[in-house]
């Protein structure tokens, strides 16, 4: 059984930085492609990250480039998402998923994904 699992969240002043992590259980990460998600209260859920199974490759798009990196440690076998420069409107709940496409690329559609973890909350105050 896939299981996904964030922390790392928590309140911060604008400007500060987090590093989130999500510890995956029940399969090897370095075989497949993981995203980060976010969901704000009231909006839909928005892809904020993805790291390609190789752990070579990532897609961020245009709202939080240059700001946000994933990153992998295959052996700890966890991912994590460091955001720096925060904002009040990065305030939401994070996720991390994967899907079962074994060697597959970044996907950015929320569809594209079958295991979730329960989220982080991150809380920016200006």
Known sequence: QVRLVESGGGLVQAGGSLQLSCAVSGRTLSYYAVGWFRQAPGKEREFVGGLSWTGRTTYYPDSVKGR???????????????????????????????????????????????????????????
């Open 68 to 126: 946000f990196t994933v990153s992998r440690d295959n052996a700890e076998n966890t991912v994590y998402l460091q955001i720096n420069s925060l904002k009040p409107e990065d305030t939401a709940m994070y996720y991390c998923a994967t899907n079962d496409r074994r060697h597959g690329t970044i996907l950015t559609g929320i569809f594209e994904y079958n295991h979730w973890g329960q989220g982080t909350q991150v809380t920016v105050s200006s």
